[in-house]
């Protein structure tokens, strides 16, 4: 049985063992591309000792798979996995994994970035940053608009 290409879960993930269960799914699997996003310091470098993440239950899991389904459409890719943490977590944590299998590491590579570049600005995500200066929320950043843009994607900010 497969698993779920999409999950929101507050537990950690096992890169190594995720990859290796993407790989056994498909025997035609040369190349599997990984990201692993994780807290780190503010934009403005000031120190995150915590950071919250919220979603929206069924709404995000759904945006997410119509994006991975987007993925298969504009690159030749065998597999992909979304794993997004929500809840409390710690400076350091991991946060989310992105993992894009292919025949070939070229299309992996821009499938991954792909879905990256969208998690980043169209996921239904709400960040909350605490750090010695108190805690605010993250606004979005006009250069992860930029980068969805170059996808010909549409976003109010980014102009396209």
């Known amino acids: 049985m497969n698993s779920p290409r999409v999950r929101i879960q507050t537990e950690d993930f096992d890169l190594s063992a995720e990859t290796l269960s993407l790989r056994a799914e498909d025997g035609g699997v040369g190349a599997v591309v990984s990201f692993v996003g994780t807290v780190r310091d503010g934009a403005d470098g000031s120190p995150v000792t915590l950071m919250e993440l919220e979603h929206y239950p069924g709404m995000t899991e759904a945006s ?3 994006m991975v389904d ?4 504009r690159f030749d890719i065998r597999g992909a996995r979304v794993i997004h943490r929500v809840g409390p977590l710690e400076a350091r944590a991991q946060i989310v994994l992105v993992l894009v299998s292919s025949r070939h590491r070229g299309q992996a590579f821009q499938a991954c970035e ?3 570049d969208y998690l980043k600005t169209q ?3 709400w960040k909350k940053e605490h750090g010695p200066q108190g805690a605010h929320w ?4 006009v250069t992860d ?3 969805l843009a170059r996808w010909g994607i549409t976003t109010p900010g980014n102009g396209v």
């Open 138 to 141: 993250v606004d979005a950043r």
């Open 145 to 147: 608009d930029e980068a």
């Open 114 to 116: 792909f879905l990256m």
């Open 123 to 125: 996921a239904p995500f």
């Open 70 to 73: 987007e993925a298969f459409r």
């Open 64 to 66: 997410i798979e119509a």
